[in-house]
């Protein structure tokens, strides 16, 4: 059984930083692609940033410059560090992942962290 866990999210000012973590546990064969999704009240889940296993990253128009996605693959855990906050970043965070177990690949989803940006 597979697990993400994402953890650092919480209530920041405007132009303040955050960085989540999210650490995938169980028995993994492999981790391909990991990234960030983000949902925001009534809206769509989006993608925020993604990085292969190699390192490529890529990012949303909406953070480009201001955030900034790592992995460990040592220790099977992504990263976003997110500087220059703004309200509209306010959402939950949601780690995703492509990772390969006994049973073959699949796509896994953490539970969500939440991010306030608010005076």
């Known amino acids: 059984q597979v697990q993400l866990v994402e953890s650092g999210g919480g209530l920041v000012q405007p132009g303040g930083s955050l960085r989540l973590s999210c650490v995938a546990s169980?028995?993994?064969?492999?981790?391909?692609?990991m990234g960030w999704y983000r949902q925001a009240p009534g809206k769509q889940r989006e993608l925020v940033a993604g990085?292969?296993?190699?390192?490529?990253?890529n990012y949303a128009d909406s953070v480009k410059g201001r955030f900034i996605i790592s992995r460990d693959n040592a220790k099977n855990t992504v990263y976003l560090q997110m500087n220059s906050l703004k309200p509209e970043d306010t959402a939950v965070y949601y780690c995703?992942?492509?990772?390969?177990?006994?049973?073959?690949?699949?796509?896994?989803w953490g539970q969500g962290t939440q991010v306030t940006v608010s005076s």
């Open positions: 990085i292969t296993s190699s390192g490529s990253t």
């Open positions: 995703n992942a492509d990772i390969t177990t006994y049973s073959g690949p699949r796509n896994y």
């Open positions: 169980g028995s993994i064969f492999r981790i391909v692609a």
